[in-house]
């Protein structure tokens, strides 16, 4: 799990645009875990959140959600991370794809404001753990800088 947050750095370090590092960050997280089964970075566009790179087997209808909605507009406008072990047994839940069963929701900031968040679905029932908390809000904090750093 500790090298997604060296990929993650390295693809920081390099000349990359907004766009392409929303694609490829989105890239690096799936490959770090099999649990991982469906990866979006959603991108904040007023009060909508726009998906602005993802990868799994599947697309997603929801590219783009309102902020009062789904776990992914919960967890932009409380600015926390939200882990949900069960995503049939929470009412906030838009649902994407029959199989997933977990979900977790990492906000990024850049400049004290959110401006995107990472969204992680997963087949497995609980499959995020502190530790995968601990690195994806490390992950967001170094995109969270570069996003900073790319739009002043
Ligand atoms: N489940 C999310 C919507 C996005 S999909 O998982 C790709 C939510 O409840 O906000």
């Not at 047994?89 to 906000?107: A, G, M, Q, W």
């Not at 400049?111 to 499959?127: F, K, Q």
Request: proline content about 3%; aromatic content about 6%.
């Amino acid at each position: 799990m500790s090298s997604i947050v060296r990929h993650i750095r390295d693809l920081c370090s390099s000349d990359v645009s907004e766009s392409a590092l929303y694609e490829r960050a989105a890239d690096v997280i799936y490959d770090a875990a099999e649990r991982y089964n469906w990866v979006g970075i959603y991108k904040v566009d007023e009060d909508d959140l726009v998906l602005a790179g993802w990868r799994g087997p599947r697309p997603t209808k929801h590219v783009r959600i309102p902020l009062s909605q789904g776990i992914c507009g919960f967890a932009a406008t409380h600015g926390q991370t939200v882990i949900v072990d069960d995503v049939r047994n929470d009412p906030r839940y838009l649902s994407c794809f029959e199989s997933t069963r977990s979900e977790i929701v990492v906000p990024i900031l850049a400049s004290e404001r959110i401006v995107a968040e990472i969204d992680i679905d997963s087949d497995t029932l609980s499959a995020f753990s502190q530790e995968d908390r601990e690195t994806l809000e490390q992950v967001a904090a170094i995109m969270g800088t570069k996003i900073s750093e790319l739009r002043s």
